[in-house]
């Protein structure tokens, strides 16, 4: 399984990183302890007198090495214990996760169907972008490709209707059907 | 319905109901049938169960949907649905339609609108592992999640909402609990 081999490489470098990590902190927070006892390895104990040399030596040694990026992870935030289904409950059932109950839902007068106050019926919206459809269909067919459009007004005709006097420039669409209710003519 | 095995004619031994899907213990509680009622019982209203089983969504975010219409009347749950943004909005108004049908086809219900959703639940579905691929060669995996959900019909309007409980109506039960409290074995 290459992708599990993978996996534990990473797994074994970190850990690698981890213990050189702790390793340093160790040194460096000794000498921080015991302050001014004396170190409890080797030249320190045999010499009393020159107690401060081998920490400063330690301690300069110590600033050379610039902590990496990587030291961060151990002071990483995580969590410490785990959330019990009690306590994810009430998080996840408080009213203010809780969808609201909407108000503002009316009934269409010219469908009847439901609507909300402040937006378009759906239905008629979609009668009318239905109609809207076939006739630019039409408009389409009628100028044959694109940047035809012209550059009088447009009026659009059912059936059995003439175009009058103020249609006179105009140019008119026909539609092979009964004039829709909500379609007024001028 | 189960046809009797013990039927007269030879080429009715065909098993009409071939049992497709197991059935759940949801779908079988539409099949209680009462004893009738005598003439002076209360009329004991019609119940409909329905569900739709391995729905491709969540059981949690199914569970808020389930919990705003808990309770409503059914015109109103309809209208609530139709305007809430969620997947699982329209899977529930389409269950909903369905039991409503249902309702007013098979149960002897008179009136569509005079019924309310007495219970509304939500359940875990069928779960499929899968990999999903990381960068650096990591993996994770992935579960597709599915979700069933159930809905109780009851015939009339809806209950009146409980009222909520207040912290001295929580101190007054306590207090009786304190005092119901007796050591046993003894005088």
Redesign the interface.
């Known amino acids: 399984m290459a992708a599990l081999v993978v996996f534990s490489s990473p797994l074994l470098r970190l850990r690698a990183l981890l213990q050189r990590c702790w390793g340093r902190l160790e040194r460096g927070l000794l000498p921080g302890f015991s302050g001014p006892q004396s170190l409890p390895w080797g030249p320190a104990l045999a010499v009393q007198a020159p107690a401060f040399l081998p920490e400063l030596v330690e301690d300069t040694s110590q600033s050379n090495e610039v902590p990496s990026f990587l030291d961060s992870i151990l002071w990483m935030a995580a969590p410490k214990k785990r959330r019990t289904i009690e306590v994810n409950r009430c998080r996840r059932r408080n009213p203010s996760k809780l969808i609201k109950v909407k108000r503002n839902i009316d009934v269409c007068p010219e469908c009847g169907h439901l609507k909300q106050k402040h937006v378009l019926c759906g239905y008629c919206y979609a009668k009318v972008k239905a109609e809207t459809r076939q006739i630019r269909l039409e408009m389409h067919k009628k100028e044959g490709g694109p940047f035809n459009a012209p550059t009088v007004e447009t009026v659009v005709l059912y059936d059995g209707e003439q175009p009058t006097e103020k249609d006179e420039g105009k140019r008119i669409i026909e539609r092979a059907r009964k004039r829709p209710s909500w379609f007024i003519q001028n | 319905r189960l046809l009797a095995s013990g039927s007269v004619f030879p080429l009715s031994c065909i098993h009409t109901s071939t049992p497709l899907e197991k059935l759940g213990k949801w779908e079988k509680k539409n099949r209680i049938v009462y004893p009738p009622q005598l003439p002076g019982e209360p009329r004991r209203p019609a119940e409909i169960y329905h569900c739709r089983r391995e729905i491709k969504y969540s059981k949690?975010k199914m569970w808020?949907?389930a919990?705003?219409i808990k309770g409503m009347s059914i015109d109103q749950a309809l209208?609530?649905l139709?305007?809430?943004d969620k997947k699982g909005a329209k899977v529930i108004k389409e269950v909903l339609l369905e039991a409503q049908e249902m309702a007013v086809r098979n149960h002897n219900v008179e009136f569509k609108s005079n019924l309310y959703i007495a219970e509304s639940l939500t359940g875990r579905g069928q779960y499929v592992k899968q990999?999903r691929y990381h960068g650096?060669?990591?993996?994770g995996i992935m579960k597709i999640v599915r979700c069933h959900y159930f809905v109780k019909l009851v015939e009339g309007p809806p209950p009146p909402p409980e009222p909520l409980k207040t912290g001295f109506d929580q101190a007054k039960e306590y207090v009786q609990q304190l005092r119901n409290r007796t050591i046993t074995h003894t005088l």
């Open positions: 949690d808020y949907l919990k705003l209208a609530q139709e305007f809430n990999i650096k060669g990591m993996f």
